[in-house]
């Protein structure tokens, strides 16, 4: 066995992988393994009884979205009894921003790797305020998640159909070079997602008014483009998994209790996990770090891929989240290539003389040197439904990554 | 009672981060109780209004910034609001952004490419690590850690010859390279000397002197104090000679040491010979073994090795043996001393001993070197035929040569013997004409061993003075004319002696790398920072690296990770 010879194929696989945004469909449909009582949700997988508030809130949300209970208090006592299942977002191809629960008629979106045919799926994006994600469940929020699967979802879904897909890797290159990192900044990238697809929806759409509302609320949206983007860098990373001696980090995710990651050269559904880590940030207006809730969601896979916290050197409008200079948003990149295992070939970062983004986070690296991955992140309010409370910087436990070595060490008899 | 006063600015867009931060600075000024700082949209007004932050009757657009502040009193709302512009262009100051710090030696490679050494001063455990990784990144390493051990430090060692590296160390104090001091180093000027040291404050020493004598360096190339053990075989001096011989900027070497092991001694001065410039050796506590070997010269101070090196600068032609004596191919075989006199034959074995090593004999240098049979030599061997072994019934080999002409017909025998080096004893009291019964043996052996066994030479100190009975005139070329060749001491022949077997080996490591070598020193340093102050001070190049042991610590994960490592050679 050589190692680095199998990093090298894991991460060659990740990053030459070409995530192409190619549907919108029901979750049921396309999602492997999906069902009517599955509630998919972020992170490792987790019982009830240890969920935290927010992931409460999205599973008690999404079973009144889906008619399985018809109230809080009953949802609350079905999920206690085990009426419904839940399982991680990962074990089925796909990944949701914070709470991430995604339920089986939510529309969702269908990201293909055209280079090895894995497919990955994220859900629809809220846009902000009260939404599930972050646990609401108010009838405003199901009311919008309605609308979304119903009108912005078929809208999405015929305008994908009538093309040939939104090349993502494509999206999210230049998204780098025009000031996100892909994961807490998506300005850019969400206006180019607009771009390419409201053509689409404009051929698509009959009904003005629907094609007005539509093109509003993805417009409005900063972060309508987080979800495909995920997907896509679920698509790049589940192409790196399963490569036997590799080292390589495949997923980093947290659901609100515990945060976990995976392994290329590990077991499919190997976790390691810790408790999770209260992200530490700025905050909105009448919050403060007491409200945050430990870190939640499947963002994180886009720091897995080599983008977000990884790619902050590009991003200079956002820079006091990493200590308030352009040269500090440099240094928190040229940290990261102290772990990684590869430069991308495809995301490049002009501040660094388009130097490929650190890509591949290598297990071995991360226990040597003990520096963790830094992650961007919204942060999210302990109780259920009060909703994001500010954004910041998180890093994973470094116990997991010492536990993952323990364990490669174990399997391949080091 | 509480206040609340707001102000909006139309079509002023900041970044919400912008904005995060804003408020953050108000809720820091005095009276303040609360601040909300947001672009007006119905959903950020929402969630002033769920924190009681949105007055009543604002009028803002959701393209405005609207700014609301909640102060104990009038006054420290209006003064927090007064201070918002201040704050939007707060910037830190300039001295608080930091050069990233890498954590790892390839991290600091990416940032320094042409850094061409690693300085390591982390504790001894870790440091063949580091200095193993650093000459896979193919930089030479300048080792300051002590309690390396031994294995090592000869692993550390072989590999970087292999690769045409230099490990300087462990526990190297000092080096200057390129008028660059790593380490404890003096301030010297650069110059046409270089320093070949096996001790750090030998070589500081030496370098200050020669400083201050007018000189100086080209490079001081530190070894650590066992590289000139016998187990690691002065391997980084073997390579720091040899490329100090190759440098043109290089005119004179100086070559400082505790006593090296004998076996060790006698190759580098070997070595020392084949540079052809001249080396001053100063191996402190050791014998020196003459003034004087061809291009050697030996001091007994380590002031003195400064002023003989700074001497050698200005002196041309210092060759006092001409290099026309010597044939084109040294000498080959054993060397066979048969001496009548005692003194003479020691101080010819302690001149020698630095360049043939062992010299066995019936009245050795040291014990190991005895000869188990007087009547038989063994390898190099030089015998005191006048030792009173041989004496009994018997008289004097400075009155009877018939002793040393049987010894010397019974060495000639032995093909393996190359030289036959004696001695010639005139005056009152000796036999009348020593050379007239030696000559023609001479000449018989040498035509023989021609025609058979291979060629034989033979040298001849011949003492004695124009007053003489014997005529030195005529003992002289009569000897010269039989195809001796004739020394009238015994230093002068010593030095003829060493040259004759002083071997001109091919060189069998890989060459360091001259040219690298004289390029501008960038330096990667991990371990102590005031090596990479003392590096930048200097104006060269460096990154330090922020070094902490692998694993935290953690020697089980550390070992593991060891392992994992290696793996690329399977």
Known sequence: ????????????????????????????????????????????????????????????????????????????????????????????????????????????????????????????????????????????????????????????????????????RAL????????????????????????????????????????????????DNALSVLNPVMAACKAMTDAAHGVEGSTIVTTMARNGTDFGIRVSGLGERQWFTAPAEIPVGLFFSGFSQADANPDIGDSAITETAGIGGFAMATAPAIVTFVGGTPKDAMNATLEMYEITFAESKFFTMPSLEFRGTPTGIDLRKVVELGITPRINTGIAHKNAGVGQVGAGLVRPPLEIFEQALLSFAEKYDL | ???????????????????????????????VLDAGVVMATQANRDLLAANNLLPENISANPDDLLIVVKADDDASAESAIGQVDELLTRRKSSSAQQEFRPRSLSAAVKQLPEANWVLISVPGRYAAGV?????????????????????????????????????????????????????????????????????????????????????????????GGRDLKSDVGAITAHQALDVLARDPDTKVIALISKPPSPDVATQLISAAQSTGKPVVVYFIGYPAPARKIGNLWF?????????????????????????DQLSVSSRKGYLRGLFSGGTLAFETMVGLQASLSPIYSNAPITNYQLLKDPLKSEAHSIVDLGDEFFMVGRLHPMIDNDLRIRRMKQEAADAEVGMILFDVVLGEGSHLDPAGELAPVIKEIREKRIGE????????????????????????????????KVFRTATEAVEYVSLRFGSKKENEFTPVNLEQLNQPLAGINVGLESFYESLIAQGAQAVHVEWKPPAGGNERLASLLAKMKSKKEN
């Not at chain 1, 914070?98 to 008629?105: E, L, N």
């Not at chain 1, 979106?109 to 846009?127: D, T």
């Not at chain 2, 101070?301 to 001409?322: C, F, I, P, R, Y």
């Not at chain 2, 033979?458 to 003489?468: K, M, P, R, S, W």
Request: proline share 3%; charged share 20%; hydrophobic share 45%.
């Open chain 1, 1 to 168: 066995m050589n190692i680095d010879n199998a990093n090298t194929t894991a991460v060659n696989r990740m990053m030459e992988a070409r995530p192409i945004l190619k549907a919108v469909a029901p979750a049921k449909d396309v999602i492997p393994g999906m069902k009517d009582n599955l509630f998919l949700h972020a992170g490792p997988p987790i019982e009830w009884a240890r969920m935290s508030g927010p992931l409460r809130g999205a599973i008690v949300g999404a079973m009144l979205f889906e008619g399985v209970a018809a109230s809080e208090a009953e949802a609350t006592r079905m999920a206690e009894r085990g009426e419904v299942e839940f399982d991680s977002c990962h074990h089925h191809g796909a990944v949701g921003p914070m709470a991430g629960v995604t339920s089986a008629s939510m529309k969702v979106y269908v990201v293909e790797n055209a280079e090895r045919g894995n497919r990955a799926f994220s859900n629809l994006n809220e846009g902000y305020g009260k939404v599930l994600r972050y646990g609401a469940y108010s009838d405003e929020v199901l009311k919008k998640l309605h609308w979304m699967n119903d009108v912005l979802g078929v809208a999405l879904a015929d305008a994908l159909a009538s093309s040939s897909g939104i090349d993502m």
């Open chain 1, 172 to 219: 999210i290159a230049e998204a780098l070079h025009m000031g996100d990192e892909g994961h807490n900044r998506n300005k850019a990238g969400s206006l180019l997602y607009l771009k390419l697809i409201a053509p689409l929806i404009a051929k698509v759409v009959k009904d003005d008014s629907v094609e007005s509302e539509v093109l509003q609320f993805l417009g």
């Open chain 2, 1 to 31: 009672m509480s206040v609340i006063k707001w102000n909006a600015r139309a079509g002023a867009y900041y970044d919400s981060v912008v904005l995060m931060q804003l408020q953050r600075g108000l809720l820091e000024l005095s009276g």
């Open chain 2, 131 to 223: 200095a193993r990784e650093s000459l896979e990144l193919g930089k030479h390493v300048f080792l300051y850690s002590d309690n390396v051990s031994l294995d090592d430090e000869i692993s550390l060692k072989k590999s970087a010859r292999e690769k045409g590296l230099l490990v300087m160390g462990p526990d190297c104090g000092t080096a200057i390279i390129n008028g660059i001091g790593l380490g404890f180093a003096n301030h010297v000027r650069r110059g046409l000397i270089g320093v070949v040291g096996a001790s750090g404050t030998g070589t500081q020493a030496v370098t200050a002197q020669i400083h201050n004598l007018g000189g100086g360096i080209s490079h001081a190339i530190g070894t």
């Open chain 2, 299 to 323: 001091a007994v101070s380590l002031s003195e090795a400064a002023e003989k090196a700074v001497e050698q600068l200005s002196h041309k032609g210092t060759m006092s043996v001409n290099s």
């Open chain 2, 453 to 484: 066994l291979g060629e034989l030479e033979f040298v001849a100190i011949v003492i004695g003075t124009d007053e003489d009975p014997q005529n030195l005139q005529s003992q002289v070329s009569t000897l010269e004319e039989a195809g001796a």
